[in-house]
C-alpha cells in the first residue's frame, strides 16, 4: 500500500511536483535555467530517498478527509472555550489524569494523526504510543497498542475513550481503510 506509483524515474509523483514547484517559487523565477533544474532535482531527490521510505496506507477516502478536518478545527475552537471557561474558574474543579486508549490503527501515519488531533484540542495531549513497533523483538507477537493521553480535566475516563475512538480513530480508519 505504497502513497506514490512503482516508477522506477518518478518514485513519487506528488513529491517530484512538489519539488518543482517549491524549487521554482523560491528562486522566483521562471528562466530556462531554474525549470530545467527543478525537473532534474523534481527526478533525483526521490530517486535517492526512495530506499528510505517505509510503505504508508493512501488516503482513500479525500471527501471524509476533509470532512475530519472540519472536525476537527470545530473541536478545537469549541475545546479552546471549555478550557478557557476552566482555567477562569475555581481551579479546584479541575481534576487531570492519564488515561490509556486502546487504538485499533496499526500503521504509524494515522496513529500519528490520531495523536497530532488529540494534542491539537486543549485540554488532552498525547504523551506516549506504546508498545511502538520498534520496541518489539522480531519473534514476538504485536501487543495491543495504546494511546496515553493527559486530559486536564478528567471526568468519565470511559466517555473520554468512547468519543475519541468514535470520534477520531473510526474516521481514520475508514480514510486510510486500515
Same mark, same amino acid.
Given at each position: 500500500?505504497?502513497?506514490?506509483?512503482?516508477?522506477?524515474?518518478?518514485?513519487?509523483?506528488?513529491?517530484?511536483?512538489?519539488?518543482?514547484?517549491?524549487?521554482?517559487?523560491?528562486?522566483?523565477?521562471?528562466?530556462?535555467?531554474?525549470?530545467?533544474?527543478?525537473?532534474?532535482?523534481?527526478?533525483?531527490?526521490?530517486?535517492?530517498?526512495?530506499?528510505?521510505?517505509?510503505?504508508?496506507?493512501?488516503?482513500?477516502?479525500?471527501?471524509?478527509?476533509?470532512?475530519?478536518?472540519?472536525?476537527?478545527?470545530?473541536?478545537?475552537? =469549541?475545546?479552546?472555550?471549555?478550557?478557557?471557561?476552566?482555567?477562569?474558574?475555581?481551579?479546584?474543579?479541575?481534576?487531570?489524569?492519564?488515561?490509556?486508549?486502546?487504538?485499533?490503527? =496499526?500503521?504509524?501515519?494515522?496513529?500519528?494523526?490520531?495523536?497530532? =488531533?488529540?494534542?491539537?484540542?486543549?485540554?488532552?495531549?498525547?504523551?506516549?504510543?506504546?508498545?511502538?513497533?520498534?520496541?518489539?523483538?522480531?519473534?514476538?507477537?504485536?501487543?495491543?497498542?495504546?494511546?496515553?493521553?493527559?486530559?486536564?480535566?478528567?471526568?468519565?475516563?470511559?466517555?473520554?475513550?468512547?468519543?475519541?475512538?468514535?470520534?477520531?480513530?473510526?474516521?481514520?480508519?475508514?480514510?486510510?481503510?486500515?
Amino acid at each position: 500500500m505504497r502513497t506514490d506509483s512503482p516508477s522506477k524515474w518518478l518514485p513519487s509523483p506528488f513529491l517530484s511536483f512538489l519539488l518543482f514547484v517549491v524549487w521554482l517559487l523560491l528562486n522566483n523565477s521562471l528562466s530556462a535555467g531554474h525549470i530545467i533544474l527543478a525537473v532534474v532535482l523534481a527526478i533525483i531527490i526521490p530517486i535517492a530517498i526512495s530506499p528510505f521510505r517505509t510503505n504508508q496506507p493512501i488516503v482513500a477516502k479525500p471527501g471524509l478527509a476533509f470532512r475530519h478536518l472540519m472536525l476537527v478545527l470545530y473541536d478545537i475552537i =469549541t475545546a479552546n472555550v471549555q478550557v478557557a471557561i476552566l482555567i477562569l474558574g475555581p481551579t479546584r474543579k479541575l481534576t487531570p489524569g492519564f488515561v490509556k486508549v486502546p487504538l485499533d490503527l =496499526t500503521h504509524s501515519t494515522p496513529i500519528t494523526i490520531l495523536a497530532s =488531533t488529540v494534542s491539537l484540542t486543549p485540554g488532552t495531549v498525547s504523551a506516549e504510543v506504546y508498545p511502538w513497533e520498534e520496541s518489539l523483538e522480531e519473534s514476538e507477537e504485536p501487543e495491543q497498542r495504546y494511546l496515553l493521553i493527559h486530559v486536564l480535566n478528567l471526568e468519565d475516563e470511559q466517555a473520554l475513550i468512547n468519543t475519541i475512538k468514535q470520534r477520531y480513530e473510526a474516521p481514520l480508519m475508514e480514510i486510510f481503510q486500515c
